[in-house]
């Protein structure tokens, strides 16, 4: 019985609290709402690029009379695709197909002799994710059922002795990934969507709702040891009040931002090295025009990263001053957090973010981790215009998140610690006139 | 020491607060001068903290208005908060920032000039008292310790007006009796002016040269203790704020 009287009063207590109303019954909803909103958006756009059939062009390099006439038609006619024989202008190719599959007449020949076939596939895409990556699959699948059948119809009978491991698996395919003018191997555009997809996304997630947690906690901490309000009435102007306390829980975070930056180019520099491993040549992250990891692009990076942060700082004390205590702070912070990452789940779900537009642009624009990932995207693949958006786009979410945080500073709600106590007052103010 | 006509340091009008549609103050109006210490007296959820608060420019008033030296706590912010010094009721240290940390922090905020921080520092460590124990942190200290580095921060800073709320709540008689020492002497040292609240009338006979009762939001009466005691034919301050709010409720 009493602890039922116990149950009942925490119940009671709590469900009164608006942090914990809103964070553990609307901020989920919210939260899911949203992430379903971005994830659609994201499956929608790898969707559309695989919606209609791919259009298919094969090439028939270094052609023998002997033996590629069949064997090209045959597999063309299985992928309705058209047929190319000698050289050709592979640019103009790709832009006109979605994929461009290399036969060469030894390949062939092999294949018709029994023999493993090397054979090189150039597939397009709009967008370099994981999800965008597995759908070069489906060209590939198409093109080894066709060889398949050619061998069942053709070769079998030819060479009823063919190893059971060439039938099973006749081709060995070379995928090239064609993205943005730009020709790069399928472990390269891996190690690319891993480099910013998942390093970016998972490890800023912890960074920036660590710090947020520590902004968002100060004023909670000063409203709870009763230290605010001689705080409040000390000779200084609320902006600098901020950025002190933001510039403050930024020099802890220091630590986290160099560990962050240091263990970023270390991932970045080992995946590139998976990537180029078989040259040896120059290590690159990414793309075979040679994009490389340079000191500029960790910088870029690094000076992104500590904008971001100190943005997502900025967010998080406002999250404190709006917050009644410790507990609310704590949990608005973690919903603010979330909503801010959810640019960075929608790259790891696939979306390319510079590529979308309309409303949902607009709405990761409200996001200043939109713009940590234009900036480490852009030095990654060496796009000055994309770092630059990045940059700026950071700078002028501080100048918002510091200038409303200033204001509310200097209002009276910081002392208690309530938007929802200024919105009432407000009525109670206009009860009063009337 | 008693005020003389126009030579009001604060003057505070008509001041309205209303908190979820309920007044907690209305109207609440007086004055106070130079090297004067206006003691403000009522039971708990009199008005008293709202008031001072809107003094200082913590909480903003819905009606009326605050001079301190012809500024304006909203719209003239730092230069009016430069000449100003608070103690909240239940003011709170950094538990891990030591006594003289502290006080130099505060002191920084109020000059730029690092000869000026040191003497501030060095006349709060005088008012505080705590010697050693000034280099040890703060959340180490007992409450009355507390309350003694939170008045010499107040004071340090030579503020030309003094708001303190409930100085001496929750002290023994002996840093009681410190503590007033310290207020009285601060204000003759240097003729500024003090404004506090209490709900010890012995405390405040003993401090304030004049007194309003507040009840329920509203001034029932002003004048020295003297005039209070004489006014409602009471023996003290206490008998005289019972007989002004019309007797215990």
Not at chain 1, 24 to 41: D, E, N, W, Y
Not at chain 1, 120 to 145: D, H, P, Y
């Amino acid at each position: 019985m009493k602890i039922k009287t116990i149950a009942v009063k925490e119940f009671r207590e709590l469900i009164k609290e608006r942090t914990v109303l809103l964070g553990m019954i609307v901020g989920p909803i919210m939260i899911f709402a949203i992430l379903s909103t971005v994830s659609l958006g994201a499956v929608k756009q790898v969707q559309e690029q695989i919606a209609a059939p791919p259009r298919i062009a094969i090439v028939i390099t270094s052609p023998n009379p002997d033996n590629t006439g069949d064997v090209a038609s045959f597999i063309a006619s299985r992928l309705n695709a058209d047929l190319y024989v000698g050289a050709v202008n592979e640019d103009e190719l790709i832009r006109k197909y979605d994929s461009i599959v290399y036969l060469t007449s030894d390949a062939i020949e092999n294949m018709t002799m029994g023999l493993k076939a090397h054979i090189r596939v150039l597939a397009k895409v709009k967008t370099l994710s994981f999800l965008t990556i597995s759908t070069v699959q489906n060209v590939i699948a198409v093109l080894e059922n066709a060889v398949h059948e050619y061998i069942a119809e053709n070769v079998r009978q030819v060479y009823p002795q063919a190893s059971a491991s060439f039938l099973s698996d006749p081709l060995a395919v070379e995928t090239m990934l064609y993205y943005k003018g730009r020709v790069m191997s399928e472990a390269e555009a891996m190690s690319t969507v891993l480099g910013t997809g998942f390093a970016v996304t998972i490890a800023t997630l912890i960074l920036v709702m660590a710090s947020m947690q520590i902004a968002a906690t100060s004023m909670g901490i000063e409203r709870e040891a009763k230290t605010l309000e001689i705080l409040l009435t000390l000779p200084i102007e609320g902006r600098d009040l901020v950025l002190g306390k933001v510039l403050g829980v930024s020099a802890i975070t220091l630590l986290g931002i160099l560990s962050y930056v240091a263990g970023m180019s270390v991932y970045l520099y080992s995946i590139s090295r998976l990537a180029s491993a078989p040259t040896g040549e120059e290590v690159s992250v990414g793309f075979t025009g040679g994009i490389t990891i340079t000191p500029q692009s960790v910088v870029y990076i690094a000076v992104s990263t500590i904008l971001a942060l100190i943005v997502a700082l900025a967010i998080g004390f406002l999250a404190g001053i709006l917050s009644q205590d410790v507990r609310g702070a704590q949990l608005a912070s973690s919903y603010i957090g979330l909503a801010m990452m959810l640019p960075l789940f929608g790259v790891f779900f696939g979306l390319d973010l510079t590529g979308v537009t309309g409303p949902i642009r607009v709405l990761l624009y409200l996001s200043p981790m939109t713009f940590l990932y234009y900036t480490v995207w852009g030095s990654i693949i060496g796009e000055p215009s994309i770092i630059t958006q990045g940059l700026m786009g950071l700078v002028v979410h501080l100048a918002i998140w510091v200038t409303i945080s200033s204001r509310l500073m200097r209002s009276e709600e910081v002392i208690y610690g309530e938007l929802g106590s200024k919105i009432r007052r407000i009525l109670a103010k206009r009860r009063l006139q009337h | 020491m008693l005020a003389l006509m126009g030579d009001e340091e604060v003057i505070v009008d008509g001041l309205v607060k209303v908190f979820d549609g309920v007044e907690a103050v209305s109207g609440v109006s007086f004055r106070v001068s130079r090297g004067e210490i206006f003691g403000l007296i009522g039971p708990n959820g009199a008005g008293k903290t709202t008031t001072l608060r809107m003094i200082v420019g913590l909480l903003k008033p819905n009606r009326g208005s605050v001079r301190v030296f012809g500024l304006d706590p909203w719209r003239d912010g730092v230069r009016f908060r430069r000449i100003i010094s608070y103690l909240p009721e239940d003011a709170g240290v950094y538990k891990h920032m030591s006594g003289r940390y502290f006080l130099r922090f505060n002191a920084s905020l109020y000059s730029d000039d690092p000869r000026v921080v040191d003497e501030m520092v060095e006349y709060g460590a005088i008012l505080s008292g705590l010697g050693k124990d000034l280099d040890r942190p703060m959340g180490k200290y007992s409450k009355g310790m507390k309350r003694r580095i939170l008045l010499a921060r107040t004071f340090m800073v030579k503020p030309r007006l003094a708001v303190l709320d409930e100085p001496t709540s929750g002290l023994d008689v002996n840093y009681s009796v410190a503590v007033r020492r310290m207020i009285k002497e601060y204000v003759e040292e240097n003729n500024a002016t003090v404004i506090l609240s209490s709900h010890n009338m012995l405390e405040v006979e003993y401090l304030c040269d004049r007194v309003a009762f507040i009840n329920r939001g509203v001034i029932v009466a002003e004048g020295t203790p003297e005039e209070l005691k004489r006014r409602y034919k009471a023996d003290n301050l206490e008998e005289a704020f019972i007989e002004a709010i019309g007797g215990v409720y």
